[in-house]
Nanobody, 127 residues
Framework: QVQLDESGGGLVQAGGSLRLSCAAT????????MSWFRQAPGKAREFVAA????????NYADSVKGRFTISRDNAKNTVYLQMNTLKPEDTAVYYC????????????????????WGQGTQVTVSS
């Protein structure tokens, strides 16, 4: 069992920055691919970014590429999402998720391959 706890959300003006954190407790954190997803009001939850277990492999949605950076610190059991140049369309609840290790392909967008989810943190970007 892995428990995930997101923090760092809030209200920011367009063009600003936020850093989200996701602290994991429970089973060995370093063995999991970790990802961030988000869900805007009235929309389906969507993939944002993923990072491999060692931190040397990352993948981003086109909508955030060049603005967001995912990273992890396995010693602290924490994954981060640095969000820069925020836009109003980035407004959403952001969730971190741990991918089931039996899935080794690179289809990080497949939400059904994730075993554990956090409760989410709200990010609101004003124009």
């Amino acid at each position: 069992q892995v428990q995930l706890d997101e923090s760092g959300g809030g209200l920011v003006q367009a063009g600003g920055s936020l850093r989200l954190s996701c602290a994991a407790t429970g089973r060995t954190f370093s063995g999991y691919v970790m990802s961030w997803f988000r869900q805007a009001p009235g929309k389906a939850r969507e993939f944002v970014a993923a990072i491999g277990w060692s931190g040397d492999s990352t993948n981003y949605a086109d909508s955030v590429k060049g603005r967001f950076t995912i990273s992890r610190d396995n010693a602290k059991n924490t994954v981060y999402l640095q969000m820069n140049t925020l836009k109003p369309e980035d407004t959403a609840v952001y969730y971190c998720a741990a991918r089931n290790p039996i899935f080794t392909n690179s289809n990080y967008r497949a939400q059904q391959t994730y075993s554990y989810w956090g409760q989410g943190t709200q990010v609101t970007v004003s124009s």
